[in-house]
């Protein structure tokens, strides 16, 4: 069983290592998924998650950065809902 996921990334988070660092923590919490600058000055996780809880500390790790990983910006709003559709991005991880 898994769910897929949107996380929309709002802040200063273009041209400061948003993805790669995304892309860290997805790897810790054994998440597939991409991240993809959008047009609006945003980043669109689409995450394939297989626990609800898993995808909280997930996000909770991208906002508190925990491991003190390299992230020159910063993330001020999160949004996750239900996604349907291609799951690559740009940035693939």
Sequence with gaps: FYMIKKVILKG????VGCRGYCAGYAR??????????LGDGTVRLILDIRDEL??????SSLISNPDSRIFYGSIEDVSISDYSGKTDGDYNF
């Design 54 to 59: 898993v995808l909280q500390r997930f996000v």
């Design 28 to 37: 810790k919490y054994l998440i597939k998924g991409s991240a993809t600058n």
């Design 12 to 15: 200063r988070v273009q041209g």
